[in-house]
């Protein structure tokens, strides 16, 4: 055989090999009982960063501070082409010790993250209109594959709210108005996306965006709507997905549902989360909280992203979205790390919320990996 022939061939094989047949085995009850408290918390952090590339301030989050995921985004110019989120996850995942979840929003139509990669694909809105759920799980297989081949293992989507009243954010983003018809399309869509096992799917947007016309990137909505509304309308395509056993993670967002906590956002309040996410509903995995750099997310103007942190894991959420900057993930684990030290924030709360976070990484091959070292 030709010397090029077999640098080909040696090339092509180890292109084959999976990020975690690389690995040896190291479960996430062993990262569990290996880390300190302060790489606990920093695994349940989702940061975000600018540029195509690995900067400094992003290697300091992600080796200093071992956070446990990053969200990539076209808009902040992290995905150019196919390549280059190849490299960059790369770069990214040579620096962390536990394995990063990479994670991003790909919903396609106005939210197509992937279309410098692969070009446009349809919204949900489209895909309903088609009539054929079959249509949607194609949708979800296509995603998965594009994003298990960059490296990404976490997708923001499918959108579950049951359109109520027209919201400019929202449009073109959801499957209908019609709960059975929401369930029908987002779960065939999550059963493509999930189908190979390298990619796991997030439901959003609870307790339910549908009601509001506002943005909470932008501003605190809030709606009116009854306990018996959010049973039978916004929560019903979520029971009837949570029923396939499918589910492993929600993502909750910066909305104030009145029937349930006048004062908070539904993100920071145990009723929204914990009474009703986790109680009402019998959710037991992984809660991601939308951004907590929204201004929806402020409860008041003086907190800081780490007071708002503290907030999303007493309210019940476990993996937080929000920090942009090696400052932000500090202020979070200084604050986070003296509240567990006065007994505002107990250890097992962090590490209930780990042992599901490690779990899901598990559950798409990011775990196990040699060496338990923090």
């Known amino acids: 055989m030709p010397r090029w022939t077999a640098v080909v061939v040696l090339v092509a094989a180890l292109a084959s090999v999976s990020f975690s047949d690389t ?4 479960s996430a009850d062993d990262w569990l009982a290996t880390l300190p408290l302060e790489r606990k918390i920093a695994q349940l952090l989702i940061v975000r960063f600018d540029g195509p590339a690995l900067a400094p301030d992003l290697a300091t989050m992600i080796r200093r501070h071992r956070v446990g995921g990053v969200a990539v985004y076209a808009k902040a110019g992290n995905i150019v082409d196919g390549p280059q989120v190849q490299r960059l996850v790369g770069a990214m995942q ?8 990479v994670v991003v929003d790909q919903e396609g139509g106005r939210v197509d993250r992937l279309e410098s990669v692969r070009g446009k694909r349809p919204s949900a809105e489209a895909i309903a209109a088609s009539g054929d759920p079959a249509r949607a799980a194609g949708a979800g297989r296509e995603d998965a594959a594009d994003l298990a081949r960059l490296g990404i293992a976490v997708n923001l989507a499918p959108v579950v709210d049951v359109t109520r009243v027209y919201n400019w954010q929202l449009s073109e983003r959801t499957f209908g108005g019609d709960p059975a018809t929401v369930a029908r399309f987002a779960g065939a869509y999550l059963d493509g996306l999930q189908a190979s096992g390298r990619v796991v799917g997030v439901l959003k947007h609870f307790p339910g965006l549908g009601s509001v016309a506002e943005d909470p990137h932008q ?7 009854t306990r018996a509304e959010l049973e039978a309308i916004d929560w019903a395509p979520y029971r009837t997905l949570l029923a396939t056993g499918g589910v492993h993670a929600i993502m909750v967002s910066h909305v104030i549902v009145d029937a349930l906590d006048p004062e908070l956002p539904g993100s920071l309040a145990p009723a ?20 907590l750099g929204m201004k929806g997310a402020a409860v008041s103007e003086g907190t800081t992203i780490g007071d708002r942190a503290v907030a999303a894991w007493r309210a019940g959420n476990d993996w937080l979205l929000g920090a942009k900057t090696a400052h932000d993930v500090a202020d979070i684990l200084t604050r986070a790390t003296r509240a567990v030290a006065s007994g505002e924030l107990g250890v097992d709360r962090i590490d209930r919320s780990l042992r599901r976070v490690l779990a899901l990484k598990e559950r798409v091959g990011l775990l196990p990996r040699g ?3 923090s």
Do not use: K
Request: aromatic share 2%; charged share 15%; glycine share 16%.
């Open 23 to 26: 690995r040896g085995a190291c």
């Open 94 to 101: 040579d620096l962390s010790t536990v394995p990063l979840a």
């Open 219 to 225: 501003m605190l909505p809030r709606t009116a709507v």
């Open 272 to 291: 929204v989360v914990t009474g009703g996410l986790r109680d009402a509903l019998g959710f037991d995995g992984v809660v991601v909280v939308d951004s």
């Open 371 to 373: 060496g338990c070292g």
